[in-house]
C-alpha cells in the first residue's frame, strides 16, 4: 500500500493549506491515519490522528487551528491547516497502517510535503 501527501506550499502566516494523503495499492481497509512533522533540526512530531470511526486526536500545539478527516470512499484523509504560523514550517508525512487484500497488516509512510509559512 502506497501513500502520496500532497498539498504544502508556501503560504503567509495566518494563511491556510489543505494537505492530501491518498492510499492505493490492495487495500482492504485503513485503520488509523496519522499526519506528522518534522522541522530541520528537530525531531518527527505527531500533529493528528484519526481512526477508522472518524475518532480525532490533536497535538496541543495545533488544537483549534488543524482539522483531520476522512473519506473512506476515497482512501484519502486530509488535513485543514488554519491559521497557520511561521513555527508550522516542516515537511509534513502521513502515516497509516491497515490490512491489505492478502490479509497482512501494513504499515506505510507517504513522501512528506513540505509546508512553508513565511511571516
Known amino acids: 500500500v502506497q501513500l502520496q501527501a500532497s498539498g504544502g506550499g508556501l503560504v503567509q502566516a495566518g494563511g491556510s493549506l489543505r494537505l492530501s494523503c491518498a492510499a492505493s495499492?490492495?487495500?482492504?481497509?485503513?485503520?488509523?491515519v496519522e499526519w506528522y512533522r518534522q522541522a530541520p533540526g528537530k525531531q518527527r512530531e505527531l500533529v493528528a490522528a484519526i481512526t477508522s470511526g472518524g475518532s480525532t486526536n490533536y497535538a496541543d500545539f495545533v488544537k483549534g487551528r488543524f482539522t483531520i478527516s476522512r473519506d473512506n470512499a476515497k482512501n484519502t484523509v486530509y488535513l485543514q491547516m488554519n491559521s497557520l504560523e511561521p513555527e508550522d514550517t516542516a515537511v509534513y508525512y502521513c502515516h497509516a497502517r491497515g490490512i491489505d487484500r492478502s490479509w497482512f497488516d501494513f504499515d506505510s509512510w507517504g513522501q512528506g510535503t513540505q509546508v512553508t509559512v513565511s511571516s
Open positions: 495499492g490492495s487495500i482492504f481497509s485503513i485503520n488509523t
